[in-house]
């Protein structure tokens, strides 16, 4: 009796400790971290860096636009930047913006960049009609887009980091 007592309770306590792994693995699986902000810009040098920098210091992801003048159809090809380091890059169909956009369910989505030249302009219009709070940072002048960036995301030396990976770039460049 006293055997059986025993082999029970271990029984018992591998399927309690099975049951808890297998639970905190499908949590792991299933759920995903709240997307605050979801940064959209073009794959240029100037607005790249500044969402990317934003990026590794919020965690939040980013959506690249490439205007592909070799696509007949003349649409954008999208490319998603998982905010985290354990998800790879994904390309997205350019008619599935609106579909992505409600997936991730943003709290606030910025376009960082100029119009036309870095995203579609219907790309805003479809997140405003898509009920989420919408804002473009889209000045000429790079400095003060990362510091409006930086205060929007709470990222208070992106201004600062950007002006020296921007220094670090042309200096490679030259």
């Known amino acids: 009796m006293k055997k ?34 979801l940064l959209v810009t073009g794959n240029y040098l100037k607005p790249r860096l500044l969402c990317e920098l934003a990026q590794y210091r919020s965690k939040q992801p980013i959506i690249l636009v490439q205007n592909d003048p ?9 490319f998603y930047l998982p905010g985290s380091g354990s998800q790879e890059s994904e390309e997205i169909a ?4 609106t579909e992505f956009l409600t997936f991730l369910n943003p709290k606030m989505v910025v376009f960082v960049g100029n119009e036309d ?3 579609p302009v219907d790309f805003v219009y479809q997140a405003r009609n898509g009920n989420f709070r919408v804002l473009t940072i889209s000045s000429n002048d790079w400095d003060k887009n990362a ?3 930086g205060e929007v995301m709470r990222i208070p030396r992106l201004s600062r980091d ?3 990976q921007l220094e670090r770039c042309s200096a490679v460049t030259k």
């Open 147 to 149: 510091q409006l960036l």
């Open 117 to 119: 030249e870095c995203y």
């Open 70 to 78: 070799d696509n007949a159809e003349g649409t954008a090809r999208l």
């Open 4 to 37: 059986l007592s025993v082999s029970l309770a271990v029984v018992l306590l591998c399927m309690t400790a099975l049951v808890v792994t297998s639970c905190q693995k499908l949590r792991r699986n299933t759920s995903r971290a709240r997307v605050n902000t």
């Open 162 to 164: 950007y002006r020296d």
């Open 94 to 97: 350019a008619t599935q913006f």
